[in-house]
């Protein structure tokens, strides 16, 4: 046993076996059976500081087992020492585990035991280790390194356990400060590894982000903090300070240290001000720079703070951004900026009201403020600031106001409970709207105020025996502005524009009809005008019904609006019940006509005014979002004054191309109601309300010559009054599908939708994706983009992207390898003199020229003209003969034979020339010579090992002979006489080189050679996928579309993508797609048959790789084809991906266009543009999967939920720039008591396991507030990078081919846009996947696509769903 001084073990007493004896919930082996699973991983939540202990002896078990016992040991002993009583969640299991295991190592490491003990066995193997893997270490990998100094800090620590700290020694000593200092340097990073020595990764060196970092880490005129304990804890150590100077390390520390933020929010926020920092500076200089330029954080404090400045002037209140004249205002800037960060990282799900941010702030500035002030009073000496514990902000300001939100959700009985019973984010924002808030909630917070009533709180008060005057301050805070009723009256309120313009415009129509003078002629006659004009009556009516509504339907939130609110709404009220009377008072005295017009032109005044403002958006723009009381005092009639919403209107053009769509569509509608509708019915209405019934019926209600048959006239007018409320959506969809057509043909959507088309239009393809995505050049003239050069250029360009995504479509198997071969483009086309285009454009083209020239009786130019009338044929014909000549002079090693070939060469060329061909040489004898041309091309491939060396040589003499006498009329003259030509045949042409089967570049001229000569089928079928034919065409056709030119990838836009995730499936498991239903139908088999095509690929694929039997390929290749979060990812890191492709060829420049990215030998020579095209996108994009219950999968038993957790992290492992954000619940022990603490925790995948990067302390549970889906997001935002933001749903994709485009769509923030604002959000077009074998899904792809495309142009009102990319300013 261990039995060394200083450590103790559980296994010499009895007693610990009694206590752990009824602690067997369930067997020790039922904890975790599963092969391959590690300590590491059933480690309870309140457990988790053993982790890095547990993970120590795993990694030196084989290397040295007794110590790995040791360790584990220690590990046993922490684990009792956090929870005594075991009384947290799993504890009490893990430890009979651990202990059970120890037992059973006890048993076999004693063997392993030393005389001299387990703690010199410690030591000895302490100072191995260092040395070895420490000291000598200095040039491992640095994940290694990082690795081996955990290991070494563990292992320390057991040691302290077992030796006393004099016995340690001084060497151990010096070794463990060496170790303690060389950790912060391998901390654990995301991103950037901020303290990296030695051998640095690229991304680390670029200068933007040195500038970046240099700005933030200058804090030497910064003050020390003074830290106290805080209150709650307390320790048996009366020697431990109660107060600690702390010096800070950048800004972040010192604001950290100051208000007490957590440490896992300040490494998270300083890594994303650095990158923000290194991005905008790029873009504020030509060239790389290690200085910060002042522009740069200007523009990041003009982004960050426009909410809070627009805050400011809403509430007539001065900013707290100040700035003293003597202090540096860059670091003051910084240090607002990293304020505001931290407040927004830590706020959990208060960044769901974005004033109360701004609030927070507010108070927050000022006191930095006062700091910084008081160090330009004190210049001499700066004296120590009062700081706070890590926790202090999050328990003093945020936790307060979570409480809140946590109160008013449970009043919402999960959506159950009335909208007046509860207030939600928005309704608890609006308390910062008011200067109230300044008076009431003040700094620091006042918890009386009005913000913390709630009714939980009155109860408990009641409870404990309170006053009813105790009570009554609690009493709840009710709604403010607007509450939700749920009543078909709301019908009329919400759209009463639409219902009183279409009974207005009903009336007005059945009055012209009625009087029988036409829509002109009613306005000559004064009795009909006078009967039009009744309709003003009638609006009088629908605006005090509209006034009711408006009183009744907010009812419950009356008592809790400020006094104007109320005087408002009043006021209103009694206006419509004055109008009400007033009209038709005035037009009851018609005779004075002019007191009725008056009156209507006096009530109708405010509608003009109002339509006016509509027709000059900038005029309304600047009176909505004025703060200047005279102008308020007049805007708060037309509208209640609300803080978001003002000036939200379009362009003058957008508004009058609006107006002119609704006006036409309203014509329409008006016109048609009239003249097909009512006129008809008004001559039969009158003749029946005239007619008189003499035999009147006992049994019928109501006598018709009374009533002038009312009720037939109103079965005859019911079914033409509900069409005439219901066709304007007809009218609206014709006119919708007419504009949208328009629409899309000038945007020119649809011009390439079959392969016959992009075969067509390929020759202009490549220039066109130049002109959007090659930033290698200057903008060319008209006549320059003519030459040959430039368009050589610009096909080498392009074919490197176009190879790469007929690539990925090989690896996603919806083509085979033959269609790749047909798609690809020749990386170089410098060694011939035409333009090597994809083989799927040249397919057949040999064989119909050859049948052209066979029986050719004419001249060469018709000849030729018949040739050249297909540019495609063109360049097949001087393809093939070039590359054949160069074949057979690079084969033959003769001299002499080689000038022979070179003058039959030269011959053929002068001819063409001279235009002598035809009579020069014999077409008949064609055939036959690309017959043996076949054969010779296909031996050549087939000797890799040189036997087939004699086959070739005899086929080559079999092609020259046939040329010099079947095709040359004077082919002997090229000859010696033609017995010495007989008697030396034998011996012409035996010397090549067969070597040269075995260089790649040869190899590939062979192969494309032999394709085009054999390919004989039309080019249309190819590809045969009907997916990979729609990506190619919708591709190629984006390309003539409208699109901003793509910016360098150093100059680009960063953004990251962030998809929310629950528990849908990730990967399906081998059981799953082979588990059949009732139907005797698996998921394996039913994606077999609806994809048999991509399932033959997929074959292919393995049978080449020699794969046949992998499982998990096929599983991999199921989920590919379903809504799983596999797929997903994949699509996603396509963005990763395509930016190294393109900033790889970017910088490596005219050399990267003559070979292929994917060559092995080309990675070599350029590995450090590679490097630097990984770093550069490591820097502008990040990935964050927001999986709430990743740590709960982790834990779980269930074998579906571990296989989640397992698909999940090898995602981390295949994709290194993807990251997962979860929720961690930990309990902890509190007054004796368990109490579960949240955490917000992000990881990446590293060696075996996920490694933690941050984890940040909430609230309390953020998904229990709100919906589940934005708060899953909300907690997992503060972890993404960049200065837009894509939101991605679980079952969403995205392709190869349009990664290319997001330089181009992250544009559109940048350039400029007709109006007042910049757009904040881009939808992007979403394919659904499933349109193939959906009704509802092609439906909507079909038709919902060009009813999108109206509401966005030109009306302007489109609402974005699906794919989401935001330009973040997190102010707001």
């Not at 509860?422 to 200067?435: A, G, I, P, T």
């Not at 002499?896 to 011959?907: M, P």
């Not at 010579?929 to 086929?955: C, E, M, T």
């Not at 290319?1300 to 996947?1329: D, W």
């Amino acid at each position: 046993m261990a039995s060394t001084s200083g450590i103790w073990s559980p296994f010499e007493t009895a007693d610990w076996r009694k206590r752990l004896a009824g602690v067997h919930t369930r067997n020790v082996e039922d904890i975790r059976d599963e092969e391959g699973v590690v300590d590491t991983e059933i480690v309870p939540s309140s457990l988790s500081g053993l982790v890095p202990v547990l993970r120590a002896a795993l990694a030196i078990e084989k290397e040295n087992p007794r110590v790995a016992y040791l360790c584990r040991f220690h590990a046993f002993g922490l684990a009792h020492k956090m929870d005594p009583t075991s009384i947290g969640h799993g504890v009490r299991q893990f430890k009979t585990y651990l202990l059970s295991k120890l037992e059973k190592e006890e048993e076999l490491t004693v063997k392993f035991r030393t005389r001299r003990g387990d703690a010199k066995e410690l030591q000895d193997y302490y100072l191995q280790f260092y040395e070895k893997k420490i000291r000598d270490g200095e040039f491992s990998q640095r994940e290694e390194m990082a690795k081996n100094v955990q290991i070494a800090a563990v292992l320390y620590e057991v040691l302290k356990t077992m030796v006393a700290p004099r016995s340690i020694g001084d060497k151990l000593t010096t070794y463990a400060e060496d170790i303690e200092k060389t950790r912060e340097q391998y901390e654990r990073y995301n991103i950037l590894p901020l303290y990296a020595l030695g051998v640095k990764p690229a991304i680390m060196e670029l200068p933007e982000i040195q500038a970046a970092m240099d700005a933030i880490f200058r804090v030497d005129n910064l003050p020390f903090s003074v830290i106290r304990a805080r209150p709650d804890v307390s320790g048996d150590d009366s020697t431990m300070p109660t107060e600690k100077l702390k010096k800070a390390n950048d800004i972040f520390d010192w604001i950290a240290s100051v208000f007490g933020f957590q440490k896992g929010n300040v490494a998270n926020q300083r890594e994303h001000l650095i990158l923000l920092l290194a991005n905008m500076n790029i873009r504020n200089s030509a060239e790389s720079t290690n200085q910060l330029h002042a522009e740069t954080v200007e523009k990041l404090m003009a982004t960050i703070f426009k909410n809070y400045k627009s805050w400011c002037d809403y509430l007539r209140c001065e900013s707290n951004l100040w700035f003293l004249e003597d202090y540096d205002k860059q670091q003051m800037e910084l240090i607002y900026i990293a304020l505001y960060l931290l407040i927004w990282g830590e706020a959990s799900n208060i960044r769901f009201m974005p004033e109360c941010l701004c609030y927070i702030f507010h108070h927050m500035a000022r006191d930095v403020y006062k700091i910084l002030e008081n160090i330009t009073i004190h210049m001499m000496s700066i004296d120590p600031v009062q700081g706070h514990d890590d926790e202090y902000f999050l328990r003093e300001v945020i936790s307060p106001i979570y409480r809140v939100l946590m109160q008013e959700a449970r009043r919402n009985n999960r959506g159950k409970a009335s909208h007046s019973n509860w207030r939600n984010y928005d309704e608890l924002n609006e308390y910062f709207w008011s200067n109230k808030c300044f008076h009431d909630l003040s700094w620091p917070l006042n918890f009386k105020a009005d913000f913390f009533r709630h009714s939980d709180e009155t109860h408990e008060t009641a409870r404990r025996g309170h006053s009813q005057a105790t009570i009554g301050v609690y009493k709840r805070k009710s709604k403010t502005n607007f509450v939700e009723v749920r009543t078909f009256l709301n019908l009329y309120r919400s759209f009463d524009r639409m219902w009183i313009f279409f009974i207005l415009a009903l009336q007005a129509m059945i009055i012209i009809a009625w009087s029988s003078l036409g829509p002109v002629g009613v306005f000559l006659n004064s009795n009909a005008f006078e009967n039009v004009m009744t309709i003003f009556i009638t609006y009088a009516f629908l605006r005090f019904l509209q006034a009711c509504l408006d009183i009744i339907l907010t009812w419950n939130a009356l008592r809790n609006m400020k006094f104007t609110q109320l005087l408002r709404y009043f006021l209103k009220f009694v206006v419509a019940a004055v109008w009400v009377v007033v009209l038709p008072i005035c037009y009851s005295k018609w005779g004075n006509q002019s007191l009725y017009t008056y009156a209507v032109v006096l009530y109708m005044l405010p509608n003009i005014v109002s339509t006016i403002l509509f027709f000059l958006p900038p005029v309304r723009r600047t009176l909505e979002c004025s703060n200047m009381r005279i102008i308020t005092f007049f805007m708060w009639w037309a509208q209640p004054k609300l803080y978001v919403g003002r000036g939200m209107n379009e362009s003058m053009l957008s508004m009058l191309k609006y107006t002119l769509f609704w006006i036409m569509v309203l014509i329409s509608k008006l016109a048609f109601s009239y003249y097909v509708e009512i006129l008809p019915l008004v001559g039969p209405t009158k003749l029946i309300m005239g007619m008189s019934i003499d035999n009147h019926q006992w049994h019928v209600l109501l006598p018709e010559n009374e009533t002038h048959n009312i009720c037939v006239v109103t079965a005859i007018w019911a079914p033409i009054i509900l069409v005439y409320f219901m066709d304007t959506q007809i009218w609206y969809a014709m006119y919708a599908t007419l504009f949208g057509g328009i629409v899309g043909a000038f945007s020119h959507v649809g011009e390439i939708r079959t392969l016959r088309m992009l075969h067509s239009r390929f020759q202009s393809i490549p220039r066109a994706f130049s002109q959007r995505f090659w930033t290698g050049r200057d903008r060319k003239t008209k006549q320059v983009e003519l030459d040959e050069t430039y368009e050589r250029n610009n096909i080498s360009y392009f074919s490197q992207f176009w190879n790469e995504f007929i690539n990925s479509m090989r690896e996603e198997d919806l083509i085979s390898y033959r269609d790749r071969d047909l798609l690809l483009i020749p990386y170089s086309s410098t060694d011939v003199s035409v333009i090597q285009w994809p083989l799927f454009l040249l397919a057949n083209k040999i064989p119909i020229a050859v049948d052209m020239a066979k029986d050719h009786k004419e001249t060469d130019d018709d000849l030729c003209r018949k040739i050249r009338s297909d540019a495609y044929m063109t360049s097949a014909v001087v393809e093939c003969y070039e590359t054949v000549k160069d074949i057979i002079l690079i084969l033959l090693l003769d001299e002499e034979e080689r000038l022979l070939v070179s003058s039959i060469c030269a011959k053929v060329e002068r001819c063409i020339r001279e235009e002598t061909f035809v009579k020069e040489f014999k077409m008949s004898g064609l055939p036959s010579l690309i017959d043996k041309l076949v054969k010779f091309l296909s031996l050549f491939l087939q000797s890799a090992d040189g036997k087939k060396k004699y086959q070739i040589v005899n086929v080559l003499q079999d092609i020259v002979e046939i040329i010099t006498h079947d095709v040359m009329v004077d082919g002997h003259l090229f000859q010696q006489t033609p017995q010495q030509y007989h008697a030396e045949r034998k011996e012409r042409f035996v010397n090549i080189d067969t070597s040269l089967t075995h260089k790649r570049s040869v190899m590939g001229k062979v192969i494309r050679l032999l394709s085009l000569l054999t390919v004989k089928e039309s080019a249309i079928i190819v590809p045969q996928n009907l997916e990979a034919r729609r990506r190619i065409t919708f591709f190629a056709n984006s390309l003539f579309m409208n699109m901003p030119t793509a910016p360098k990838v150093r100059e680009m836009l960063s953004f990251s993508v962030l998809t929310p995730y629950f528990k849908e499936d990730i990967v399906y498991s081998d059981e799953e797609i082979n588990k059949e239903n009732e139907d005797g139908l698996s998921i394996l088999s039913y994606l077999t048959k609806i994809y048999p095509d991509e399932w033959a690929n997929f074959s292919e694929r393995l049978k080449s790789d020699h794969l046949e039997n992998d499982k998990e390929l096929v599983c991999l290749w199921a989920s590919c084809r379903g809504q799983t979060l596999y797929r997903t990812v994949r699509g996603m890191m396509y963005y990763w991906q395509a930016l190294i492709l393109q900033c790889f060829i970017e910088f490596a420049g005219d050399t990267a266009l003559s070979e292929g990215f994917r060559i092995k030998d080309y990675y070599n020579k350029n590995k450090k543009f590679l490097d630097i095209a990984q770093a550069m996108a490591d820097l502008k994009f990040t990935y964050v999967l927001s999986c709430q219950v990743y740590a709960n999968l982790k834990k779980s038993k269930n074998p579906r939920d571990r296989s989640c957790y397992s698909s999940i992290l090898r995602l981390m492992f295949t994709h290194s720039s993807l990251r997962v954000a979860y929720i961690d619940e930990i309990e902890e022990t509190k007054d004796g008591k368990p109490e579960k603490v949240y955490y917000s925790v992000l990881v990446k995948g590293r060696e075996k396991y996920d490694e933690e990067i941050y984890r940040i302390k909430l609230p309390g549970p953020p998904t229990i507030i709100g919906e589940g889906r934005p708060e899953n997001l909300n907690h997992a935002i503060i972890f993404t990078r960049g200065e837009a933001l894509q939101t991605r749903d679980m079952n969403q994709e995205n392709y190869y081919e349009e990664s290319f485009k997001m330089r181009n769509v992250l544009e559109e923030f940048q350039k400029a846009h007709s109006g007042q604002r910049q757009p904040t959000i881009l939808g992007i077009r979403e394919h659904i996947f499933t349109g193939s074998v959906s009704s509802l899904a092609w439906f909507r792809t079909s038709s919902v696509t060009i009813g999108q495309r109206i509401l966005a142009n030109p009306l302007r009102v489109r609402f974005h769903y699906g794919v989401i990319l935001i330009n973040i300013a997190l102010g707001e």
